[in-house]
Each structure stands twice: as C-alpha cells, then as structure tokens.
C-alpha cells in the first residue's frame, strides 16, 4: 500500500475550506479543554467528608439538637462529629447558633504515593549475626545503630555499655499508619494487647466503646453504628515496616532488631494505601491511643494543606497536657522548608510535638528530607533503612517516614529507663543530646542527629 502524505497548508492553498473546516472542528475542543482546565483549578486541592463535620462548642456551652444532624460522636472535651446527610445545610444552622469556636469540614489528606519496600528478603535465621550486642542476622544492614563517628544513633554502643542500667517500666508505643502485620515473626512477640477485651466475642468487653480490639483499631473501616472496628493487619507495608525499625523483638535469632527493648506497639490503621486519611480518623486515633496507655505516638504521614486543621491540633495539645504523650511526626519528603511551606501536622506549634528529618548513610540530610530552623526538631537516619514488611519479610525504605520511627524507638527507649519524664521533658532531653551535625545548623532547632547512647546517659 503506497500512502500518500500531504501539508495541511498545501491542503490549505488547493481547498481553502479545509483549514476553514479544520478551525470549526479544532478550535471548540480546544477551548473546551481549557474550560475543563479551568474547572478542575476550581476543584479543591484536599476534598472532605460528604457527611460529617467537625464542632468545637465553646466553654460553658452544651450541644443543641439540630434538624440535620443524623449522629453525634464525641471526641473529647468540646470536639464533636456531626454527621449529616446534608452537610452544606447543616454548616448554615450551625453557623445560626453562637456555640462553637470552629465549624470544620473533615478534609482529607493529600493523596500521595506512600514508600516503598526494596530489596525484599524473605527468612533471615539461617544467618549468624555479627553484632556482639544482637543476635539477630539481619543486624548488619542496620546501619542506624552504628555509632554517631559513623553516622549512626548509636544503639549498639548504648546496649554495650548498659549505663542506664535496667528500664523501668514497658513504654507502648501507638503506630498511627496503615495496620501492622501482628503475626510476623519478629512483631507478634511485641505487639500491644488489650487485656481486658475477650478476642472475637463481638463484645466490647472493656466498656471503651470498640470492640474486639484486641491490638488496636482500625478507623478506615466502621461499623453500622459507626464506630472503628478491629481489623488492624496492614493493607500496604508501610506500618509494618514502621513498627519494626521502633521494636522489632530483639536477640531473637532472626531478622532484625528494634531499637527499643522494653515496648509495646499499638496497631492503628488511620492511613489508607493511597495515604489520604481523614482529620477525624487522625484525631480519633490519637484520642483512642492516649485512653489506653500509649505515650508515645508515631505519625510517618502528613499533608501540604491545612484546611482548618483546629481539631488535629487540639487533640495534640489534649493527650499531652491530660494523658502526658509525645507526639513524633515526619518532617516531609519534600525538600522543603516548612518554616515557609508549611505541611501538618509537622508544622503545628504544640510543645508536646517532636519533627524529625531524615538523615543518610554518610552523615548528611538525605535529598528528599525536608528541613526548618523552627518547625523541625531534630534529624534521624531515614535513608535505606532496613526493617520488617508483611508476611514474615524484610526489605529497604526511605523517607521521614523511617527517620521518625528511629527517633521513636530512641524516645521509647529512654522513657522506659525513665518514665517520670513527662512528653516535653522527654522532647527537651532528646533534643539536648543529639549528637552535633555543624552543616544542620540552620536547618533545625537542635542542629544534629539523634543519639540513643547520649541520650541514655
């Protein structure tokens, strides 16, 4: 077949009524396209629940009934869910009344692509491991626990030397993320049970208005009466991987170690695959993991956008001051200063709340690490971190999402020798003990990496 090509502007010269047709035809869409451009601008950036809202009653003021309002949740002190199968209807009667400090959507996070694992690795007991602290094989890919001359936070140093003695007391740490695989290997000797609950009776034994759950909740996927149900097993490998680099069972001849020795973790599922999770679920679970015993929270999420964001902020500043929790959250991966490009809750101003950075295998801040003289604490390694996966795996993360939780395990760690501490106090002594990095200074409040041995001593 001979096919011909032909100019459209000879086209054009031989039969002016094609370029004419081509103009009617292409000039529309055009412009069509622009206006669905123009549309999508229109779209909000971080959409919300359809059916709940967010109130905050002022003091002294009780919660009215109103005419939309299908249910009420509480969550603590003045802060309520309201839900509503009309909520632009509802927004106008409350905004009626003079009771409330904030009316807020529930937005929605930004949807992002949560790390990824690399170099997966299935068994790891065949192996004897080099560390003389350690037992488990894996130990030799966890460059973090190196001491601080090699970059590390000095976890082997400070289980060497043993200068805090024994801890004290058993610290449970709530893993806000995407579930944790409760049956893994080197997580299910470690994770946090609710004694008081009967596993699979249907019953909320406790009376703490969940049930069944046994290692923690699940707020993505509720109930007929809408409460969070139990089902915490992890969807992604994210919370998973989280929890090990906290407290992987130790000296057990497989796998790896956690940095912390004498910690329990809590399994709240808040964060989809897909990492756009809701303010209430945020807030809920924060609520739920200070009520039953978690003082330390690990937050490896957060968002660009802060729509109202009161209620989040609020929650922080309530389990702080009430049940004495410090919050650890991700400083971002978006290098980014956060002191101008503000992402939450990374950039709240509660003094319970600790930011890290992310550090890599050579000392520096890792490339993706965002950074801020004021809104960012301290750094972490966070680069190439080796830790456990679902389905009794291991494999290789980064991001400030693996920076946080070694900062964790660090402040689990030190609270278990010293559980006195309240969350400020504790922020206050990580931070005055880091060890010195001279290129961070200006980059964060405390210019240097985190250090378990330091901080121990």
């Known amino acids: 077949m001979h096919i011909k090509f032909v100019r459209i502007d000879e086209l054009y010269r031989t039969k002016g009524i094609v370029m004419e047709k081509i103009t009617k035809l292409f000039v529309p869409l055009f412009m069509g396209i622009i206006s669905l451009v123009s549309f999508a601008n229109q779209i909000p950036l971080s959409p919300y629940s359809t059916n709940r809202l967010i109130v905050k009653l002022k003091k ?5 009934h109103f005419e939309n309002v299908s249910r009420t949740q509480h969550l603590f002190e003045g802060v309520y869910v309201l839900y509503s199968k009309n909520i632009n209807e509802l927004e106008k009667e409350l905004k009626a009344e003079n009771i409330f400090e904030y009316i807020e959507h529930d937005y929605y996070h930004d949807t992002i ?15 004897k491991a080099s560390n003389t602290q350690f037992n488990d094989p894996g130990i030799a890919k966890q460059w973090s626990f190196l001491d601080e001359s090699q970059y590390g936070i000095s976890v082997t140093k400070a289980y060497a030397s043993r200068d805090a003695g024994e801890p004290q007391a058993n610290i449970i740490v709530a893993v806000v993320d995407t579930g944790v695989d409760y049956n893994h290997q080197d997580l299910k000797n470690i994770m946090w049970t609710n004694e008081k609950e009967i596993a699979g009776n249907g019953i909320d034994d406790d009376g703490n208005g969940y049930i069944d759950d046994i290692h923690g909740i699940n707020t993505l996927v509720r109930d007929n009466q809408g409460r969070a149900t139990m089902n915490v097993m992890d969807g992604h490998s994210h919370g998973s991987h989280v929890s090990g680099i906290i407290a992987a069972e130790q000296n057990n001849g497989i796998g790896i170690a956690g940095v912390a020795s004498h910690t329990k973790i809590m399994a ?6 897909d990492a756009d999770e809701l303010d209430v679920d945020v807030v809920e679970a924060f609520i739920y993991a200070a009520k039953n015993g978690a003082k330390i929270i690990n937050c490896s999420f957060g968002k660009s956008v802060n729509e109202g964001g009161n209620a989040v902020h609020d929650a922080i500043d309530y389990i702080g001051k009430n049940y004495g929790v410090l919050v650890v959250v991700a400083a971002g991966n978006d290098t980014q200063n956060i002191d101008t490009i503000l992402t939450y809750p990374a950039s709240y101003d509660n003094d319970n709340l600790m930011v890290v950075a992310s550090t890599q295998r050579r000392g520096g801040l890792s490339f993706f690490s965002n950074y801020g003289a004021k809104n960012v604490d301290l750094a972490s390694p966070g680069s190439d971190i080796f830790s456990t996966i679902p389905n009794n795996s291991y494999a290789n ?4 999402s693996m920076a946080t939780p070694n900062a964790v395990g660090v402040a689990a760690e030190v609270l278990s020798h010293h559980p006195e501490l309240g969350p400020v106090e504790l922020k206050n002594h990580l931070m005055a003990t880091v060890g010195p990095v001279p290129t961070f200074a200006g980059k964060m409040v405390a210019a240097g990496r985190i250090d378990l041995a330091k901080a121990l001593k």
């Open 397 to 400: 993360m980064s991001g400030t």
């Open 113 to 127: 692509k949560l790390e990824q694992p690399t170099n997966i690795t299935k068994m790891l007991g065949e192996k």
């Open 60 to 64: 002294g003021e009780t919660l009215s």
């Open 268 to 273: 709240i599922r808040t964060v989809p695959n």
